[in-house]
C-alpha cells in the first residue's frame, strides 16, 4: 500500500508531515502480512542484525543483541509533558510540551535519514472491539515493526476500522541515528546517546514521541506508552480502567470459573502468575494477559477486562520448566529474543533456564562465553534484562476467551508486592476504598543499596502503576475511588493484598510460590464464592489458619507466621506511610485514603484492649 492510498486524510497529512521533518529514505504503510513479517526480518538477518536460531530446536525464532546502552526502559528520560506541571504530579518527569516538542523537533529532523519509514496502523485489544483502542506508530525500526506485530494487532483490518475519520493515538518513533550516503549499520543496533534519548507523552493531545531507543518499552509504543500512560488518562476521562495487571481464569474441580486480575511491580513473577500451574489437583489455572488490563463496566455494572496486548514481552532470565514451563513453550518458535546467551548450535540459553550452559557460548555483548560457576563475579551470558518477544495464542495455558472483544468479567483484583516482612501472605480489602488504600501502598522492600533509598526500607509503587500513570497519581487514586461508586457494592471485584515473598528473620522463604500460590488463588476463589474460612482483623479479612491446606515444607508454625498480624510491622508500616509516602501526593490525597490510614491505625492500637493477639 501506498501512502496515498491511505483513505484516512489526517493520517495521510500527519505522515507527510512527519516524513518531511525526518526525511527517510523510503515510506512503508505495514499491512501486518506474515510475508512482511518475513521479508522484514530476512533484511535484518542479511544485514546481520538478527540472527537466525537453529530451525529444529527453535523454528521462526531469532535473537538481537542490543548496544548496551539500550538495555532497558529509560524511567530518567521519561516525560508526562502535560501543559502544567501540576497535572504530571510529583512522581513524573516533566517538561513543558512547547519546549519539549521544539527540541524534540530539531532531533527529529533528517533523523531518518537512510532509513525507511514505517507506517504502522495496530490496535490495542481485539480489532473492533468497544473496548480497543487504535494508535498509529511510524518507527525507523524494523525490529520495532517486527515486535509490534507480535504484540500488537497490526494492518490493513485495523485502518479498515479507522476508516476516512476515525480516532487514532499517534505514535512517533525514531532510533535517532540517520544513515550518511552509503552508510549502513553493519549489523550494529542503532540508537542515540543517553542524554538524546526521550520518551515523551502529550496527554491534553495524546501523542507520544520517542526519539533515540530502540529498546522495549521505549520503542514498542504500542505497551507501557499507549495502553498504560496515555490510555490512564483516556480511561480517567472515560470512567473505565487502564492498568499494570495481569489476567487470570482460575476454576475449581467443578468447572465454575472466576477472573481475577493482579499488580504487582517489576519482578514480581507476573508473567509466572499469569501462567500457573496449580499444585492442586483438580484446579486450572488459564491466562488472558500477563502484563495489561483494561476495564469498563458492562451492561450488567460489572467490571470487564481486556488483554490490550497480542503477545508477551517477557524477561527471559529466571524462566525455566520449574518457574514458568507455559513460557519456555510460547516462547518455542516465532518468537524474537533480545540479548539472551546464545548457544554454539544456535539455541537460546540464559541465567536460570534450568540447566547449565552447554560448552561455548556468546553472550549478549557478542563475546564468546564459558560457564564458570566458581567465579561469582562472571558477568552473565544473557542481560538481567533479556527478553522473549511471544505471541500470546502459542501460550498452551492460553484461555480460549482472551480475545473476547467483550472481555471477562473481574470478580477478584489482588495487589501485592516483595515484602519479606510484615505483610501477610494473604489478605482481603473489607471494601472498595479499603481495597484502594491497599493498592495506593504497594511496594517492595529494597534489598540491595539503590541510588535513592536504603536496604530494608519500602520503595512505594502504587497500583505498580508508579512508571506508567499518565498524570498526577494523587489523581488516579481519585479516580479508582469514584469507580467504585459507578456500581452496587455486590458487583464491584473483591480486593485482596497478597505477598509470597516472607522471609524468617535468618532469611529462608517461608512461602514456596510459583504452582503453590494456587493454595492462596483457592481461598481468593472462595472468598468470592462466599465460602472461604476467614477471620476479621485490624487489617482487613484474612484466612484462618487451616483455610489455606499447607505445600509440602510450610509447617503450622510457618503458616502462623505467614498469616500473622504483625502489629508492631503495621504500626511502623503507618508511620511510614502517613511520613514519607502520602505527603507528596499534598491536597491531591483523597481524604478517604487518609482516612482508611487512620482507621488502621486505631483499629492496630485499639485490638484486644491495645494488646493485639491476633
Ligand atoms: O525494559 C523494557 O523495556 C521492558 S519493561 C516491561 C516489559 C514487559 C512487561 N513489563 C515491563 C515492566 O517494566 O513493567
Ligand atoms: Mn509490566
Redesign the pocket.
Known amino acids: 500500500m501506498k501512502l496515498q492510498d491511505l483513505k484516512h486524510a489526517g493520517l495521510r497529512k500527519w505522515v507527510t508531515e512527519v516524513a518531511e521533518l525526518t526525511k527517510p529514505e523510503a515510506i512503508v504503510i505495514c499491512d501486518g502480512s506474515e510475508a512482511h513479517y518475513r521479508q522484514l526480518m530476512d533484511e535484518m538477518i542479511a544485514s546481520g542484525l538478527a540472527t537466525p536460531l537453529n530451525p529444529d530446536k527453535k523454528p521462526g525464532c531469532v535473537n538481537f543483541l542490543s548496544d548496551v546502552s539500550d538495555v532497558?526502559?529509560v524511567e530518567n528520560r521519561t516525560y508526562i509533558s502535560s501543559a502544567k506541571q501540576e497535572d504530571a504530579g510529583p512522581t513524573n518527569n516533566w517538561i513543558d510540551p512547547v519546549g519539549l516538542k521544539k527540541t524534540l523537533n530539531g532531533l527529529y529532523d533528517g533523523s531518518m535519514k537512510g532509513r525507511t519509514m514505517y507506517v504502522i496502523p495496530f490496535s490495542m485489544g481485539p480489532i473492533g472491539s468497544n473496548i480497543a483502542k487504535i494508535g498509529v506508530e511510524i518507527t525507523d525500526s524494523a525490529y520495532v515493526v517486527t515486535n509490534m506485530m507480535i504484540m500488537t494487532r497490526v494492518g490493513t483490518k485495523v485502518l479498515d476500522v479507522l476508516g476516512n475519520d476515525g480516532y487514532y493515538v499517534p505514535c512517533l518513533h525514531s532510533v535517532g541515528k540517520p544513515l550518511a550516503e552509503g552508510e549502513s549499520d553493519h549489523g550494529k543496533w542503532p540508537c542515540a546517546p543517553i542524554e538524546k534519548k526521550y520518551i515523551a507523552h502529550f496527554p491534553e493531545t495524546r501523542e507520544i514521541w520517542s526519539y533515540g531507543s530502540g529498546?522495549?518499552?521505549?520503542a514498542l509504543l504500542g505497551?507501557?506508552c499507549l495502553a498504560l500512560r496515555i490510555a490512564s488518562v483516556i480511561a480517567r476521562d472515560e470512567g473505565w480502567l487502564a492498568e499494570?495487571m495481569l489476567i487470570l481464569k482460575i476454576s475449581n474441580p467443578e468447572g465454575v470459573v472466576k477472573y481475577v486480575t493482579a499488580a504487582f511491580p517489576?519482578a514480581c513473577g507476573k508473567t509466572n502468575l499469569a501462567m500457573l500451574v496449580p499444585t492442586i489437583p483438580g484446579w486450572k489455572v488459564e491466562t488472558i494477559g500477563d502484563?495489561i488490563a483494561w476495564m469498563k463496566f458492562g451492561k450488567d455494572g460489572r467490571l470487564y477486562a481486556i488483554n490490550p496486548e497480542a503477545g508477551f514481552?517477557?524477561v527471559a532470565p529466571g524462566t525455566s520448566k520449574d518457574s514458568n514451563p507455559n513460557a519456555l513453550i510460547a516462547a518455542s518458535k516465532n518468537t524474537i529474543f533480545t540479548n539472551v546467551g546464545l548457544t554454539e548450535d544456535k539455541d537460546i540459553w540464559w541465567e536460570g533456564i534450568g540447566y547449565d550452559a552447554p560448552g561455548k557460548l556468546t553472550d549478549w555483548t557478542g563475546n564468546e562465553w564459558v560457564q564458570n560457576k566458581a567465579d561469582k563475579s562472571q558477568k552473565p551470558a544473557a542481560h538481567p534484562?533479556a527478553?522473549f518477544t511471544a505471541p500470546a495464542a502459542q501460550c498452551p495455558s492460553i484461555a480460549p476467551e482472551w480475545e473476547d472483544p467483550n472481555g471477562v468479567p473481574v470478580d477478584a483484583i489482588l495487589f501485592g508486592g516483595r515484602r519479606p516482612h510484615t505483610i501477610p501472605l494473604v489478605h482481603q480489602a473489607r471494601d472498595w476504598n479499603h481495597g484502594v488504600f491497599l493498592g495506593s501502598i504497594v511496594g517492595s522492600e529494597i534489598t540491595a543499596a539503590a541510588l535513592d533509598l536504603k536496604v530494608g526500607t519500602v520503595r512505594r509503587d502504587p497500583f505498580a502503576m508508579l512508571p506508567f500513570c499518565g498524570y498526577h497519581m494523587g489523581e488516579y487514586f481519585k479516580h479508582w475511588i469514584k469507580i467504585g461508586t459507578r456500581t452496587t457494592v455486590d458487583k464491584l471485584p473483591k480486593i485482596f493484598y497478597v505477598n509470597w515473598f516472607r522471609k524468617t528473620d535468618d532469611g529462608k522463604w517461608l512461602w514456596p510460590g510459583y504452582g503453590e500460590n494456587s493454595r492462596v488463588l483457592k481461598w481468593v476463589f472462595e472468598a468470592c464464592a462466599g465460602t472461604a474460612k476467614s477471620v476479621d482483623t485490624p487489617i482487613g479479612i484474612m484466612p484462618t489458619i487451616d483455610a489455606i491446606d499447607r505445600p509440602e515444607g510450610v509447617s503450622e508454625a510457618d503458616m502462623a507466621e505467614l498469616l500473622k498480624v504483625d502489629r508492631e510491622g503495621w504500626l511502623k508500616e503507618v508511620e511510614d506511610v502517613r511520613a514519607n509516602h502520602y505527603p507528596k501526593f499534598g491536597e491531591h490525597l483523597p481524604k478517604e485514603l487518609s482516612h482508611m490510614l487512620d482507621v488502621l491505625e486505631s483499629n492496630l492500637k485499639d485490638c484486644c484492649g491495645g494488646k493485639c493477639c491476633c
Do not use: E, V
Open positions: 532497558a526502559r529498546y522495549g518499552g521505549n505497551k507501557k499494570h517489576s502484563d514481552f517477557g534484562n527478553r
